[in-house]
């Protein structure tokens, strides 16, 4: 009877026993935490910092997940719709103001990730971010990124995966004085080592020669390198289609209809083939446009062709091309 109730009380426990479950995510917040000791990845070392002012031009990617299989470096789960970036060195998280060079539109992002390790990229961006951006995921673009200190309503408005409200757009002659300082795009990229994550959802601290393999930044890093942009042989000409009613041929006009900025050649003028647009390069990527315009109503109308054939993001701006 007494083993009996041995066997009993002995498969109770085992039965009560809980399965082992993966450790959730931490709640959003803005508990800062510690800055860390420098770290190297594919034989760089990065040396985190809090500067009380950050003010840098260069390229931004595009992030597809957090750096530790989904999750950030603070431990938070990573949300491809909230407007978040990953950077090598500012503080997490922190917040900054990021610039479309090409566009000129501003919108604040929330930094809670480490990465991009590619040394010609500055920041990535998280998919909501380039979309408020009026970005295509697949383009390597010229942004500037500054670091602010905006109000608590802004942050949780962040912190809810929520968008704060775009900035003013920045003047076009200081977007061309900006535009000049963005570094050429490397032609090739640090390869990333691929390394098991540690698991706890912090940086690891490696010395600049580590004898065991870095953890890589954040997934998006291993990605296809970056080319460089080639100038063509041979001057490339405009393709020859119908004209939209409301596009002129010279370039001297105001303003533009910019649809899009792709890394890929072929695809931009393919879409302009599409459009009766034509095609831009500048700062290794190539953007398509509709226009010159020489007023701003009748961008308009290029704006409305744009749209009715499914670009939403299509936008008016100054043409800079003049």
Wanted: glycine share 10%; proline share 11%.
């Amino acid at each position: 009877m007494a083993a009996a109730m041995v066997a009993l009380i002995g498969n109770a426990a085992f039965a009560a026993r809980p399965e082992k479950v993966a450790t959730p995510a931490i709640a959003v917040t803005d508990s800062p935490m510690p800055l860390g000791a420098p770290y190297a990845v594919a034989g760089v070392t990065y040396t985190p910092a809090d500067p009380l002012s950050y003010d840098e031009v260069g390229y931004a990617g595009a992030s597809a997940g957090g750096s530790e299989n989904g999750v950030t470096v603070n431990g938070e789960a990573f949300n491809p719709a909230a407007i978040v970036a990953a950077h090598k060195t500012l503080p997490v998280p922190c917040y900054v103001e990021v610039t479309a060079l090409d566009s000129g539109r501003t919108i604040l992002v929330r930094v809670n990730d480490r990465g991009p390790m590619r040394n010609d990229q500055l920041i990535a961006l998280s998919p909501g971010a380039l979309a408020q951006l009026g970005l295509s995921g697949e383009a390597v673009v010229p942004v500037r990124v500054r670091r602010v200190n905006p109000p608590e309503q802004e942050r949780a408005v962040l912190r809810t995966q929520g968008r704060a409200a775009e900035r003013l757009e920045t003047p076009a002659p200081l977007l061309k004085v900006l535009r000049s300082k963005v570094p050429p795009v490397r032609s090739v990229a640090v390869a990333v080592p691929a390394a098991p994550a540690n698991g706890k959802g912090k940086p690891v601290a490696i010395a600049s020669r580590p004898a065991t393999p870095p953890r890589p930044g954040a997934d998006f890093d291993q990605g296809a390198p970056v080319r460089a942009a080639r100038p063509p042989s041979k001057p490339v000409s405009p393709p020859k289609v119908a004209a939209a009613p409301v596009q002129l041929a010279q370039r001297s006009g105001g303003y533009v209809v910019q649809v899009g900025a792709f890394s890929s050649q072929s695809r931009a003028e393919a879409l302009a083939r599409q459009l009766g647009a034509r095609t831009e390069q500048g700062g290794g990527y190539w953007r398509v446009r509709l226009g010159p315009y020489a007023t701003q109503q009748a961008a308009q109308a290029g704006l409305r062709i744009a749209t009715a054939k499914g670009f939403e993001n299509a936008r008016i701006m100054a043409n800079d091309a003049r």
